[in-house]
């Protein structure tokens, strides 16, 4: 199975190279991070046109995760679960029996700020239900911005 990730860095600005690049590689899955568009915006059409799925969790101006796969993903989940946190940074979903998790990891910046400690909350969660993730569907693959 071929996965990819890409930080696009905006979904709407990066669109036309995510496309020649699909086009060119053909991945199974590709993970999208940074998408910087809410759901209603995101280029569902322009994707599906491409031959490609998608599901994904959008965010207005910041963060945003996408898988983009050939085939439909099952079991699809959204967020960290048991985590409140109103940033989009993870998205799951399995293909093939392989439970692909895509995220986009904060930045904690200086130690001992806020963010910090949101970054270790996050890893924290993270770590707990990948754990319990992996109990479920041992074939996991994590890809992302770390």
Same mark, same amino acid.
């Given at each position: 199975?071929?996965?990819?990730?890409?930080? &696009?860095?905006? $979904?709407?600005?990066? $669109?036309?190279?995510? $496309?020649?690049?699909?086009?060119?590689? @053909?991945? !199974?899955?590709?993970? /999208? @991070?940074?998408?910087?568009c809410e759901n209603k915006a995101f280029p569902l059409a322009e994707i599906e046109a491409a031959g490609y799925q998608a599901v994904?969790?959008?965010?207005?101006?910041?963060?945003?995760? +996408?898988?983009?796969?050939?085939? %439909?993903? /099952?079991?699809?989940?959204?967020?960290?679960? !048991?985590?409140?946190?109103? @940033?989009?940074?993870?998205?799951?979903?399995?293909?093939?029996?392989?439970?692909? &998790?895509?995220?986009?990891? %904060?930045?904690?910046?200086?130690?001992?700020?806020?963010?910090?400690?949101?970054?270790? +909350?996050?890893?924290?969660?993270?770590?707990?239900?990948?754990?319990?993730? $992996?109990?479920?569907? %041992?074939?996991?693959?994590? +890809?992302?911005?770390?």
């Amino acid at each position: 199975m071929k996965i990819a990730t890409w930080n &696009v860095n905006s $979904l709407k600005v990066r $669109l036309p190279h995510v $496309l020649d690049w699909l086009a060119a590689n @053909q991945p !199974d899955a590709l993970c /999208l @991070q940074e998408l910087k568009c809410e759901n209603k915006a995101f280029p569902l059409a322009e994707i599906e046109a491409a031959g490609y799925q998608a599901v994904f969790s959008g965010q207005k101006t910041y963060n945003g995760v +996408a898988i983009l796969s050939k085939k %439909p993903l /099952l079991d699809v989940s959204h967020d960290i679960p !048991d985590f409140a946190d109103e @940033q989009k940074r993870i998205i799951a979903g399995t293909l093939d029996g392989v439970r692909i &998790v895509c995220g986009y990891f %904060p930045n904690g910046q200086a130690v001992g700020s806020e963010k910090f400690a949101y970054k270790l +909350a996050w890893l924290e969660a993270l770590t707990t239900w990948l754990r319990a993730e $992996l109990q479920v569907t %041992p074939r996991l693959v994590l +890809a992302g911005d770390y």
